[in-house]
């Protein structure tokens, strides 16, 4: 299972997404966030969905890996869906037994709802780590928020927490992987008796987990010092990032999008 979890990877390529600048990828990603977040109807929720479809076609990221990212999130699904059938009233009966009743808008918000979390999840990934290296990100962050150093703000330590953050996500969940495997040879179980035995279990897992962790930050911090890193102050960039006309194509057709699912849900097709 964790094997699946591919939050914070890069995979390196020449699509369409890969190539566009990570500071408009940035834009186009809060203009997507906005676009999912703000479809109501049937029919802006389906459109979200294609849009998200072709956004994974233009990255050219194997269907598989986009699948292996909603694997760990299937218990969040599901249990979004079962609230959804479960507690939404409506008009339509479907089904009712006893203290139990289904009703067609509670089946129809559950579909939606799937449909929003994995368009949410899918379309993130792809704009966002799968399509973009840990130090373009970085470079992208702080490009965009330099407006803030006016203010004293520390754009530069920000961004790099950022991308360190998101960097160090899969070597953890590759060291939480070994730790289980190397627990299970021992003997261990984590898989049977009660809930509180289970948590006790997972004991042996947290504290070289944690241990793992400190150790790779400190090994990091005397790199980082043995590189004589000072912070963001008068460092220059070794790749300048450079916007092309389709980038800027790429983001008004996102945000011609976005208004596209406003005006399909203020005339309410579905």
């Known amino acids: 299972m964790l094997k699946d979890i591919t939050l914070g990877q890069f ?3 020449k699509s369409l997404l890969h190539r566009t600048d990570p500071r408009i990828k940035l834009i186009i990603l809060v203009v997507y966030l906005i676009m999912v977040l703000a479809a109501k109807s049937i029919t802006g929720v389906i459109f979200i969905a294609l849009v998200t479809f072709a956004l994974v076609m233009a990255s050219q990221i194997n269907l598989r890996i986009i699948a292996k990212s909603l694997k760990p999130l299937a218990f969040i699904l599901i249990f979004t869906a079962v609230i959804n059938i479960f507690f939404v ?3 339509t009966p479907v089904f009712e037994w006893r203290f139990i009743h289904i ?6 918000n559950a579909a939606l709802m799937m449909i929003r979390l994995i368009s949410l999840i899918a379309g993130t990934s792809v704009l966002l780590t799968y399509t973009t290296s840990p130090l373009e990100l970085t470079d992208a962050i702080e490009r965009l928020l330099s407006p803030l150093k006016k203010i004293k703000v520390p754009v530069h330590e920000f961004a790099m927490m950022m991308t360190i953050a998101l960097r160090f996500i ?6 939480t992987d070994k730790i289980i495997s190397a627990q299970k040879a021992r003997g261990a179980d984590f898989e049977t008796g009660s809930l509180l035995k289970r948590a006790k279990a997972l004991i042996p897992i947290l504290i070289p987990l944690f241990v793992s962790a400190f150790r790779r930050a400190d090994e990091l911090a005397e790199a980082m010092e043995c590189r004589c890193y000072k912070g963001g102050e008068g460092r220059t960039k ?3 990032m450079k916007s092309h006309p389709s980038d800027y194509v790429f983001l008004i057709i996102m945000i011609s999008l976005c208004v596209s699912v406003y005006y399909i ?6």
């Open 11 to 13: 995979f390196p390529g």
């Open 89 to 91: 009233s409506g008009e």
């Open 103 to 108: 009703y067609k808008e509670g089946l129809i």
């Open 170 to 175: 899969p070597t953890l969940i590759e060291e």
């Open 238 to 240: 070794m790749k300048q």
């Open 265 to 270: 849900d203020t005339l309410r097709l579905i």
